[in-house]
């Protein structure tokens, strides 16, 4: 649907631009991501938060912290979940893993975007 909100209401009906479609893709698949951590089982922790950091390479403490106040957790699961996610990447960082991690300025304002999406419909 949103592939084809380029031409919506045109009386021509054409292909959306290459350019359009690349950003959907990335912004949905990014989405589909996010959405499947949310509805990942929380237990066990160290699962989880090791499944977050595979799917969504994501290492900033505050974009983790969204993804489990969109889960709806309480804030003591939430603590116990926060100190297993600075395990892992206290850890990660020692092996030297972050060290060629890319910045996620870009990633952090489309989790934002996203929650405003969700907070909107409910």
Same mark, same amino acid.
């Given at each position: 649907?949103?592939?084809?909100?380029?031409?919506?209401?045109?009386?021509?009906?054409?292909?959306?631009?290459p350019? %359009? #479609?690349? #950003?959907?893709?990335?912004?949905?698949?990014?989405?589909?991501? #996010?959405?499947?951590?949310?509805?990942a089982?929380? &237990?066990?922790?160290?699962?989880?938060v090791?499944? %977050?950091?595979?799917?969504?390479?994501? #290492?900033?403490?505050?974009?983790?912290q969204?993804?489990?106040?969109?889960?709806?957790?309480?804030?003591?699961?939430?603590?116990?979940?926060? &100190?297993?996610?600075?395990?892992?990447?206290?850890?990660?960082?020692?092996?030297?893993?972050?060290?060629d991690?890319?910045?996620?300025g870009?990633?952090?304002?489309?989790?934002?975007?996203?929650e405003?999406?969700i907070?909107?419909?409910?």
């Amino acid at each position: 649907m949103l592939l084809e909100l380029p031409s919506a209401g045109a009386s021509v009906s054409r292909k959306a631009p290459p350019s %359009y #479609i690349k #950003i959907v893709t990335k912004g949905l698949s990014k989405a589909e991501l #996010i959405l499947k951590v949310v509805m990942a089982p929380h &237990d066990p922790g160290n699962a989880f938060v090791a499944n %977050y950091l595979r799917l969504l390479e994501d #290492i900033e403490q505050s974009d983790f912290q969204r993804v489990l106040e969109l889960k709806g957790l309480k804030r003591s699961e939430q603590n116990q979940l926060m &100190d297993e996610f600075r395990r892992q990447t206290v850890s990660k960082d020692s092996a030297g893993a972050t060290a060629d991690a890319k910045p996620r300025g870009p990633a952090t304002s489309r989790i934002r975007k996203l929650e405003r999406l969700i907070k909107k419909q409910f």
